[in-house]
């Protein structure tokens, strides 16, 4: 698939603060902070640093930040917390800039936040973007609004300065940040997907994790008897929980030929035989799924879990830590793979996802770009990455910066799961960094197949169908991924 580019006149004012997600913004009082941010044109070339006072670049200094400059950091405060940053990366960042003032921003809602912002021209240095509220970082990329990575990655380590930052993580990591074909992500948490369960529970039970779809509707059959729900997810505010399961399925089906076809948008991979089968057998367990859980949001779900009225939940490796308030002591998480659906599935049961994610970004028009670019740095050391073990209870891609850590029950799970799955990895997802609105779509189309109003093939074929209205929409920069 070629990368098409947009021409002049192709993409309108407010599709592309659509895209960002600045279209609450277009009418009312604030409209008029809006005309800095549009273009009429197709993706900015490469961003480059802003002008900003800068310093004497040095072994220690290889950006050449200035001793005094000012930095902001915006942090998304979800399951990781900030305390990583308030307690961590930011006093590093001190201690090698005692001059510098620091800015430290919390907050759940980063695209609310910053919406206004980066309409105005008044951007901050570093910014955690994730969460429900994220913004499009395909988007952003397009409007000249993201700093290209690649001094970063190829900047000198601060533990092994012969080294650059790119050798000391996980691989995968710099390929998980491309948009376009450059680096303009820094994922950061190494982290696993599957089922997630309290292995107390299921030991006082007698249960084991299913490892078929058919064991699945078993087990499911048998805890709905001793009054738990069997797999539950929250359709309100995280049903991508949810399409990531259908994914990885499908890739244990077919392989991760699929996940790389979908990311490119291929004609037809929604309607695949893999697909369709994930599909069908997911809907199958959502009939165990009261419907009264699409209107929940993630936390209550996962708090019914921790009260031991849920057995299996869909997520990520910062569960743990992000419920560690509400989990009673005797709960203790525990990770399973995705069942395999048949018996010619190409990736065995013990194939999970594992993948850098929780992408960070330096605005290309901050004030201290050059700070942006050093703090991510700061962050890919083994003290930064450790500190950041401690804090947030979650692995980062940094290689070997959790070593000799005492681990959780959950992450020795992820260790134990890692371990087992070996060369097994379902691969990671860009579409949802590359194309925002067909990911908000596949979004509600999960919640209509796990709640029963259309079936599995009606699924596919409305996905796919927003999936071609993606590709066919000009005024959309095309992502291409070759592995």
């Given at each position: 698939m070629s990368t098409s580019a947009s021409t002049p006149g192709?993409?309108?004012?407010r599709q592309m603060l659509r895209r960002i997600g600045m279209t609450a913004l277009i009418a009312g009082p604030g409209a008029g902070m809006l005309t800095a941010c549009a273009t009429g044109g197709g993706p900015a070339p490469a961003a480059s640093a802003a002008p900003s006072a800068s310093g004497a670049v040095s072994a220690a200094n290889p950006f050449g930040v200035a001793a005094d400059a000012p930095l902001e950091v915006?942090?998304?405060k979800?399951?990781?917390?900030?305390?990583?940053a308030t307690e961590v990366h930011e006093p590093l960042y001190k201690k090698a800039f005692p001059q510098a003032q620091i800015k430290h921003v919390a907050t759940q809602q980063i695209a609310q936040t910053l919406q206004p912002r980066f309409a105005g021209g008044d951007v901050p240095?570093?910014?955690?973007?994730?969460?429900?509220?994220?913004?499009?970082?395909?988007?952003?990329?397009q409007e000249g609004q993201l700093l290209e990575l690649t001094e970063l990655w190829d900047a000198p380590s601060i533990d092994d300065p012969s080294k650059k930052v790119r050798d000391m993580v996980a691989p995968g990591t710099v390929e998980s940040g491309l948009i376009d074909g450059k680096p303009y992500l820094m994922n950061y948490v190494f982290s696993a997907y599957g089922l997630w369960y309290d292995s107390a529970l299921f030991e006082k039970n007698g249960w084991t994790p299913p490892k078929t779809f058919d064991e699945f509707k078993t087990f499911a059959e048998t805890a709905k008897a001793a009054g738990i729900t069997p797999f539950a997810y929250a359709g309100k505010n995280a049903s991508y929980y949810m399409y990531w399961m259908i994914l990885i399925s499908a890739a244990k089906i077919e392989g991760n030929q699929i996940l790389i076809d979908v990311d490119n948008l291929a004609d037809g991979v929604w309607q695949r035989d893999a697909m369709k089968q994930s599909a069908a057998a997911w809907a199958e367990i959502a009939k165990y799924m009261d419907k009264s859980f699409e209107g929940l949001i993630h936390t209550e779900v996962q708090l019914r879990q921790n009260q031991g009225k849920i057995a299996l939940y869909p997520s990520g490796s910062w569960l743990e830590n992000e419920q560690k308030e509400q989990t009673p002591e005797t709960f203790k998480y525990a990770l399973t793979p995705t069942p395999s659906v048949t018996a010619a599935d190409k990736m065995p049961f013990e194939a999970i996802r594992a993948a850098a994610g929780e992408a960070y970004i330096v605005p290309a028009k901050a004030k201290n770009p050059k700070g942006g670019l050093e703090y991510l740095r700061i962050m890919l050391s083994k003290e930064g990455a450790r500190g950041f073990t401690e804090k947030s209870g979650n692995i980062t891609v940094v290689t070997g910066a959790a070593d000799g850590l005492e681990l959780s029950p959950g992450n020795a799970s992820l260790s134990a799961a890692q371990t087992a799955a070996g060369q097994n990895i379902v691969t990671f997802s860009s579409f949802e960094n590359w194309y925002k609105e067909f990911e908000t779509e596949l979004r509600k189309q999960t919640n209509?197949?796990?709640f029963g109003r259309i079936s599995a093939d009606e699924f596919c074929e409305k996905v796919q169908k927003a999936a071609d209205k993606t590709k066919a929409d000009s005024s959309i920069t095309k992502q291409e991924r070759k592995v």
């Open positions: 192709d993409i309108t004012r915006v942090i998304f979800g399951g990781l917390g900030d305390s990583y240095d570093m910014i955690a973007n994730s969460g429900t509220d994220l913004m499009d970082n395909g988007a952003l990329q209509a197949l796990m």
